[in-house]
């Protein structure tokens, strides 16, 4: 396998362009040391609030909702009044459990 | 896998007498463009997405040896084994000696076209090896022994009734009257037979869309997860996957998955997009103790450098085949190897040579759609003609359509006499059209008034307009 691997890279070596290999080396350093930042499309770039309003977007685009609170602690409150509002059970697997 | 590609004019007799081929094709065909051009429409920034996915891959292809050994040195480096192939044997012959050091009996397979390109299942089960396909496409090809009939939709050729058919045939441990009449259940099914194959599996094996030189990476891309169950839970990971898969950089990589999922299925993304680097370290929760890489050639670096080099930018989205008009109707068996559609015909005529494969760089209207939706810019329509003149220059053309373009050559060298021809033959074609104004039959056209009426020529030919227009 040794030698397939030596086969493999000659023949790629002996097909790329012909010219100074140091500058080819120079090429591949440079790109890896220093990874160039390619294209981030615009929705992904802004600031908090404009990548807040493109997840609602794309949240809402596939049918779930999105509700912003100010404090953490609200969470279990707002979890339960959404199911509560969707008519959904708190947690059926709790309710089992405690019914048994 | 058997090569059928020289059988190509036969297998598209069958394909489009197949009404349930056709009905598939019709139902599957129209939903992937859809898709992609909504995908497309919602990122504004997807042309010039492509053209940064193209520079990246050329900047590789001329660089491909040095960042190959770069990226060796990386696996080798966090812990995982490279093994070089040049041939397809070399490929089956480094994965089985793993698998045989292991006392591998069951092999879980991701998807992989390389692994289909080196028909490694029948070589696995040769070696007492029993191998199992995961991602569900690919299961039911495999249980029903045949080849991809897509690049990303393995088993798009067939419908709801022939799987049910299947399952019956293949679960026989499974209750004969269950219900498997909604795709669901087909697909929990599967699910309930492939679980414990990851368990019980000694080896997980696995494609890879890209490699990354600057870590070692190989990143696969699935919608159903069956990837990294099949990479992560058996003791050895073994990726299989071709020289050209290389990127360079993280980003790199990141920035072509914007387009290949768009360009695929019309998703933003894949729904798992998955990284492996090396074996499982000692404070890794879980992964494979062994991590190998095979990196195949198989006539890959006898195409750089020639002007069939563009082919090696693609990242099989299959886009090509969905958009063009002869794979949607034919479908994919009909080219008769691994890569169906119009990167098909150019690539399998590099790998397995234009004398077994000539017939599939014809199979093409030259319409153009393939270039247009290419996400990596690939010219597929000029890499086609070029296989055109190879066919021609080594005589492998029937002698009728050599004779045919020599004559129209000779025509087409004098403008003059061309001219004067074609307005003669337009008025000759309108006479015999008479007041339907089409042809039922025409001698040398047969193939096409078999199917339909010939229009014939309305008006003046198209240079005397224009150089009317051009005086006026
Ligand atoms: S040639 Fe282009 S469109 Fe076709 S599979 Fe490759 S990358 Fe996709």
């Known amino acids: ?12 070596k002996r097909s790329t362009p012909k010219g100074d290999e140091a500058v080819r080396i120079a090429a591949v350093e440079q790109r890896l040391q220093h990874p160039q930042h390619n294209l981030v499309p615009e929705r992904g770039q802004g600031d908090e609030a404009h990548r807040i309003g493109v997840f609602t977007r794309m949240m809402e685009a596939v049918g779930g909702t999105v509700e912003v609170l100010d404090d953490v602690n609200d969470v279990p409150v707002a979890v339960a009044s959404y199911l509560r509002n969707t008519n959904r059970p708190i947690c059926p697997g709790i309710v089992r459990r405690r019914s048994k | 896998m058997e090569q059928q590609a ?26 992937f463009i859809e898709k992609r051009a909504k995908a497309r429409a919602n990122l504004p920034e997807f042309d010039a997405l492509r053209d940064q996915a193209r520079d990246i891959k050329d900047h590789v292809l001329s660089h491909l040896d040095l960042y190959l050994e770069r990226y060796e040195a990386k696996v080798v480096q966090s812990g995982g084994q490279v093994h070089w192939a040049e041939t397809t044997q070399e490929a089956r012959a480094a994965i089985i000696s793993i698998c045989k050091r292991l006392d591998a009996k ?8 390389i692994s289909e390109e080196i028909g490694l299942n029948h070589a696995l089960e040769q070696a007492g090896i029993t191998p199992v396909e995961t991602d569900l496409g690919e299961y039911l090809i495999q249980i029903r022994g045949e080849a991809p009939s897509h690049i990303i939709a393995p088993a798009v050729h067939l419908s709801r009734d022939q799987i049910e058919a299947d399952f019956r045939k293949a679960h026989t441990h499974l209750d004969p009257n269950r219900d498997l009449t909604e795709i669901p259940t087909l697909v929990e099914e599967a699910r309930q037979v492939l679980r414990q194959k990851y368990l019980d599996a000694d080896v997980g094996i696995t494609g890879a869309n890209f490699l990354i030189a600057e870590t070692g990476t190989s990143i696969i891309v699935t919608n159903e997860g069956n990837g990294d169950l099949t990479q992560t839970l058996p003791r050895a990971h073994i990726v299989i996957a071709s020289i050209e898969k290389i990127v360079p950089t993280l980003e790199d990589a990141t920035t072509i ?3 290949l999922a768009r360009s695929a299925t019309g998703q ?6 998955t990284f492996s680097t090396g074996p499982r370290r000692p404070e890794d929760p879980d992964g494979p103790n062994e991590y190998h890489v095979v ?6 670096s006898n195409v750089l450098g020639t002007e069939f080099q563009d082919m090696l930018r693609c990242i099989r989205c299959g886009a090509c ?43 093409s209207t030259f319409c153009g759609r393939c270039e247009e939706v290419c996400p990596m810019r690939i010219p597929l329509p000029r890499l086609l003609r070029h296989w055109r003149e190879q066919e021609f220059e080594k005589h492998l053309t029937p002698g009728a359509v050599r004779w ?13 006499l061309y001219q004067f021809g074609t307005r003669i033959a337009a008025r000759l074609l309108n006479l015999m059209g008479g007041r339907k104004g089409k042809l039922a039959s025409l001698p040398l056209a047969q193939g096409w008034t078999q199917y339909r009426d010939m229009p014939v020529p309305q008006g003046r030919t198209f240079q005397a307009m224009w150089k009317e227009r051009k005086r006026g």
């Not at chain 2, 004019?9 to 939903?31: C, F, H, Y």
């Not at chain 2, 045919?404 to 003059?416: D, E």
Request: proline share 7%; net charge positive; aromatic share 10%.
């Open chain 2, 257 to 259: 998955l914007r387009v």
């Open chain 2, 321 to 363: 085949l969905n958009h063009c008009p002869v794979y949607q109707a034919v479908g994919g068996h009909a080219y008769g190897w691994v890569y169906p559609g119009p990167i098909g015909s150019v690539v399998t005529p590099a790998l397995i040579g234009i004398e077994k494969a000539r017939h599939l760089p014809n199979a």
């Open chain 2, 404 to 416: 045919g373009l020599s004559v129209w050559a000779f025509f087409a060298k004098r403008p003059k």
């Open chain 2, 106 to 113: 069951l092999a879980t397979k991701g998807k992989s076209m």
């Open chain 2, 268 to 273: 933003d993304f894949a729904n798992y997009t």
């Open chain 1, 1 to 12: 396998m040794d030698s397939a691997r030596a086969r493999i890279l000659a023949r790629i």
């Open chain 2, 295 to 300: 990196i195949l050639d198989n006539g890959r």
């Open chain 2, 6 to 31: 020289s059988e190509f004019p036969a297998n598209v007799k069958r394909a489009i007498a197949d009404s349930q081929l056709q009905w598939a094709m019709t139902e599957t065909g129209p939903r």
